[in-house]
C-alpha cells in the first residue's frame, strides 16, 4: 500500500504575513501565522494543532537589523512547528 509523506511549507501573504501549512491527505491545513506584532516591536507567532489547541509566542530582537532578526525568528519557528506536524500527521495518516 503507497504511503503519502506529509510535508510542510512557509508561505509569504500579501500582507507580509508568514504561513505555516501541512499538506495533508485532503490538502493543505494552516497550523501557525506569524505576524508584526501590534504594538510594532517584534513579530507574533500563533500556532495551533489539529484540536485547535493554540499558543502565543513573541520573537522580539536588538540592533539595528531587529525587525529582520525577529522576523527570521518567527520564520525559524513556524518552520520547526510545521515539521513537527507534518510528521505527526504522516504517522497517523499511515
Known amino acids: 500500500?503507497?504511503?503519502m509523506e506529509s510535508t510542510h511549507e512557509i508561505k509569504e501573504r500579501e500582507?507580509?504575513?508568514l504561513?505555516?501549512?501541512?499538506e495533508r491527505a485532503l490538502g493543505p491545513s494552516q497550523v501557525g501565522v506569524a505576524l508584526p506584532h501590534p504594538a510594532g516591536d517584534g513579530w507574533l507567532t500563533i500556532l495551533w494543532d489539529e484540536k485547535a489547541q493554540?499558543?502565543?509566542f513573541s520573537a522580539h530582537a536588538a540592533g539595528p537589523r531587529c525587525d529582520e532578526k525577529a522576523r527570521e525568528a518567527a520564520r525559524q519557528l513556524l518552520e520547526f512547528h510545521?515539521?513537527?506536524i507534518a510528521r505527526l500527521v504522516a504517522a497517523v495518516e499511515k
Open 15 to 17: 500582507d507580509g504575513a
Open 19 to 22: 504561513v505555516a501549512y501541512v
Open 54 to 56: 493554540s499558543a502565543e
Open 82 to 84: 510545521a515539521a513537527i
Open 1 to 3: 500500500m503507497p504511503t
